[in-house]
């Protein structure tokens, strides 16, 4: 085989310049069209230069009023299962709704001017540009979601018939705190009023 190589890429071999243009053109196309021999591309998830970005670039899909209502509801359902909980009602407070990291690819250039006066002054001017692109799945239309970040909750609060006990308050707050990982000063557990 190596024999093969060496007479293909000799000029003065059996094939001549064919020979050596056969190979710088399978080089080039090497080059050009990496996926046709050599599988597929890198993925974008480890292009050089992708930047992330939190801003969506489309509207919110659902109004804040109703993430936080599914997820007080959500809230609710499983800490009415809690023994001595009895009937539980929860409202919660966001900050921020659910939101994307999307994935941009950024292009800087800086270019710097240096003047020289007659006087002997220098003046020297820096200009620096920065442009950013979203990254788009291949076919989709649709922007590369690098990473999904859940709600802010700023607070919350649970009231319950069975939040007269101590432990079962105790018990209510511990869940929600390691349900939606927050801190005790975010839970506020207070007792139903009974009628």
Known sequence: MSEFF?????PRGKYGY???????????????MPGLFLGKSKPLSQAPNL???????????YPLSTVESALAQQVSQILCQVEGAGKVTVSVSLTAGPAHDYARNTTDSKSTIEEKD?????????EMNQKA???????KGEPVIVK?????????VVVAEGAKDVEIRSKLSRAVQSMLDL???RVMVLPKESR
């Open 6 to 10: 060496k007479t293909l890429t000799n």
């Open 18 to 32: 064919w020979g050596v243009g056969v190979v710088v053109l399978f080089g080039i196309a090497l080059l050009v």
């Open 51 to 61: 930047v992330l970005e939190k801003t969506d670039p489309k509207q919110a899909p």
């Open 118 to 126: 007659t006087g002997g002054g220098t003046r020297t001017t820096t």
């Open 133 to 139: 692109e979203l990254v788009f799945a291949q076919g």
């Open 148 to 156: 999904e970040l859940g709600p802010q909750i700023k607070g919350i």
């Open 183 to 185: 801190p005790a000063h």
